[in-house]
Structure formats: C-alpha cells, structure tokens
Antibody, heavy 120, light 111 residues
Framework: QVQLQQWGAGLLKPSETLSLTCTVY????????CSWIRQPPGKGLEWIGE???????NYNPSLRSRVSVSVDTSKTQFSLKVNSVTAADTALYYC??????????????WGPGTLVTVSS | QSALTQPASVSGSPGQSITISCIGT?????????VSWYQQHPGKAPKLMIY???ERPSGASNRFSGSKSGNTASLTISGLQAEDEADYYC???????????FGTGTKVTVL
C-alpha cells in the first residue's frame, strides 16, 4: 500500500520561501511521477509542478519563475519551494503521485495536505 | 492554459443517475485520452474515481463511469447514494507547458 506523508511550515510572512517535503512509503519509487497541487480555501485545484524519479521537472508557467521541485531518491522524497510568497499563495498544498502503468495525470496517491497561510 | 469548464452544481435524488460535464479544447480533453475524475469530500484529499477517460481504479465504485466526445468529457454516477455528495473535479493531460489542467469543480448534492 503506497502512502504519502508531507510536512513543512504552515505560516509564512510575505516575501518568505515556502518549503514542503513529501515522503513516499511503499511501492517502487522509481515507478512514480509525482506532483504538487494546491487548493486555495473554498476554491478548485491547481497543478504546480512535477518531478520524475530521475529528476526531470515540469512547471505550471504561471508559477515557473518562483517554483522549484526536486527529488531525493535515496529517501524516496520530493520537495517543493516557492519563493517570494504573497497572500495569493495561501492554500492547502497536496503532494500526489501516479504510477507509470497509468496514463499521465491519473493521481491515485495523495498526501493529506498541508495548509500554508501567508500573512504579515 | 485555462481551467476546464464544469457546471458549478448538479443534484439528484437517491437512486437516480447524474452526469457531470467537463469542457476543454483540442489541446487538452480533445487531444488526449488522459482525462481523470476526482471525488473530494470536505476536509479530505481528492480520490481518483476514473482515469484514462473510462478506466476505474480498484477501490472506486462501479457506479461511476466516464466517457468522452470531442472536447467534452463526462462522469456519470448511477444509483446515486448519500455518500456520493461531494465535490468532483476533472483533469486532463495537455502535452504542453501546463502539463495538467483541472476543471472548475462541481458540487454534487443528493436531495
């Protein structure tokens, strides 16, 4: 059974850097493509970026200039950094993965979510 | 890349069938057979219900089915039950710089 556990700071001030990490337990980490997805309070889902086990990345163009996603295969972890946060970055942040046997974007494993609030 | 368009709300009585539409473009929904549907209960992470347009993962009820015609994908819930009351999101692979795009979300209410 694959489980995702995520953690990181939940309260930030404007201009600070958001940093979250997600550990994948169970399964074969090399078989997964993992993304970060966020959901502002009361709103819909927004894809942020993805990383493969080999370190290849893709980012949402609307966030590309401020976002970085990285992977540490030795720890079966992947991480998210968002620079220069503003109130608009306040959201529930999810890590999510799908296996290579599925079509792209079929996220069947999700973390519990981390609420990140940006406030002065 | 704009969000896929879904109706804000859909409702039905127990036992009925309802269908949620997801309208995209030829660059996303219409261009690839990689549409997924997610169910999200309040305070919970989304749960994959349909992937690759029509496939159902283990653990998802067989009352849920997916389809696609042109640039519009659809999720049908048959034999509606109280536990189906939730928010539903579609998503699609785009093949472009915005690799995945989500729908605007639909709130399903069981009357």
């Amino acid at each position: 059974q694959v489980q995702l556990q995520q953690w990181g700071a939940g309260l930030l001030k404007p201009s600070e850097t958001l940093s979250l990490t997600c550990t994948v337990y169970g399964g074969a980490f090399s078989a997964y493509y993992c993304s970060w997805i966020r959901q502002p309070p009361g709103k819909g889902l927004e894809w942020i970026g993805e990383v493969s086990h080999s370190g290849g990345t893709n980012y949402n163009p609307s966030l590309r200039s401020r976002v970085s996603v990285s992977v540490d295969t030795s720890k079966t972890q992947f991480s998210l950094k968002v620079n220069s946060v503003t109130a608009a970055d306040t959201a529930l942040y999810y890590c999510a993965c799908f296996g290579w046997l599925r079509g792209p974007g079929s996220f069947d494993y999700w973390g519990p979510g981390t609420l990140v609030t940006v406030s002065s | 890349q704009s969000a896929l368009t879904q109706p804000a709300s859909v409702s039905g009585s127990p036992g009925q069938s309802i269908t949620i539409s997801c309208i995209g473009t030829s660059s996303d929904v219409g261009g690839y057979n990689y549409v997924s549907w997610y169910q999200q209960h309040p305070g919970k992470a989304p749960k994959l219900m349909i992937y690759d347009v029509i496939e159902r993962p283990s653990g998802a009820s067989n009352r849920f089915s997916g389809s696609k015609s042109g640039n519009t994908a659809s999720l049908t819930i048959s034999g509606l039950q109280a536990e189906d009351e939730a928010d539903y999101y579609c998503s699609s692979y785009t093949g472009g710089s915005t690799v995945y795009v989500f729908g605007t979300g639909t709130k399903v209410t069981v009357l």
